[in-house]
């Protein structure tokens, strides 16, 4: 398995040469021999046994060091100019008020936006009680503003209508509007909603055997679907209405050579579908 998954990579790291060159932000799936082989056993398999099947693909994989993290986000979390891409402070198309670099403004101590930046679990770690494997993987891992992070804490992602709080990219706090949950939530901000849908699938897939135990009001409580209606539905919305970026195919590449494993919501957005959603009940079949 191990020469198997080192083979993988040379011809995937190869691919991705070609992959970083397409402008395009279409999220078109990369349908080669290669992707056929990595996700065949998916083939032919719907719903509840498809996510099984994917399980089998993309989990146990090679976890860093919760240390090792800083130097990981180098390659998974790294603008074009070389700056820190950090979902709560970027404003895509609008002004940037402030920015990280690398091997500076770690978090420590921060008492607003733009003092420093650190390691956000987007699966808030108290769902899982800070277990291993999830507490190091980098599918779930991005570097954040400290402020916004410590703000978010462990709230559900949602969508707010009148808000208690708003970051100076936008993302919000306040009562969710999404469903018959009402609690308070943390909404980020449209262009990034669909990376934090589809980091949620992968997480409630990869970590299959593990995520009936957590404990939170959007995911956990049973195998399947694994994430609560009111937030499955939203997560669906969310991953339709933004697709798949350059950003999230790129550092899916990246965590790939780090982990050996990928978010197969990344590499075929129609998975979601024959997973969870209007296609739940037709099985997938490799482009």
């Given at each position: 398995?191990?020469?198997?998954?080192?083979?993988?990579?040379?011809?995937?790291?190869?691919?991705?040469?070609?992959?970083k060159q397409k402008p395009s932000d279409s999220g078109t799936n990369l349908s080669t021999n290669t992707y056929r082989e990595y996700y065949s056993t998916a083939t032919g398999k719907k719903g509840a046994e498809l996510k099984t099947a994917l399980f089998g693909i993309i989990g146990n994989p090679d976890i860093v060091s919760?240390?090792?993290?800083?130097?990981?986000?180098?390659?998974?979390?790294?603008?074009?100019?070389?700056s820190v891409w950090d979902m709560y402070s970027d404003n895509p198309g609008g002004e940037i008020i402030y920015s990280f670099s690398f091997h500076h403004k770690k978090c420590g101590t921060y008492r607003s936006e733009g003092d420093c930046y650190n390691r956000e679990h987007t699966i808030p770690q108290s769902w899982f009680?800070?277990?291993?494997?999830m507490y190091s993987?980098?599918?779930?891992?991005?570097?954040?503003?400290?402020?916004?992070?410590?703000?978010?804490?462990?709230?559900p992602l949602g969508e707010v209508g009148i808000f208690s709080w708003k970051s100076a990219n936008g993302s919000r706090i306040g009562q969710n509007t999404s469903g018959n949950?009402?609690?308070?939530?943390?909404?980020?901000?449209?262009?990034?909603?669909?990376?934090?849908?589809?980091?949620?699938?992968y997480m409630v897939t990869a970590y299959e055997s593990n995520v009936a135990s957590w404990e939170s009001p959007q995911v956990g409580g049973n195998t399947y679907p694994a994430i609560k209606n009111w937030a499955l539905e939203m997560f669906l919305r969310w991953h339709r209405e933004d697709p798949v970026s350059t950003k999230e195919r790129d550092r899916n590449q990246a965590v790939f050579g780090i982990q050996k494993n990928r978010n197969p919501f990344i590499d075929h957005p129609e998975l979601a579908e024959h997973v969870w959603g209007n296609k739940k009940n037709q099985p997938f079949n490799l482009k």
């Open positions: 398995m191990r020469l198997f998954r080192f083979l993988l990579y040379l011809s995937l790291f190869a691919l991705c040469l070609a992959c919760y240390a090792e993290i800083w130097s990981a986000f180098e390659k998974t979390d790294v603008k074009a100019d070389g009680k800070g277990a291993s494997p993987d980098l599918f779930h891992i991005y570097p954040t503003d400290g402020y916004v992070n410590n703000r978010r804490g462990n709230l949950f009402t609690q308070t939530v943390f909404e980020p901000i449209d262009e990034y909603k669909g990376d934090f849908a589809r980091t949620y699938f």
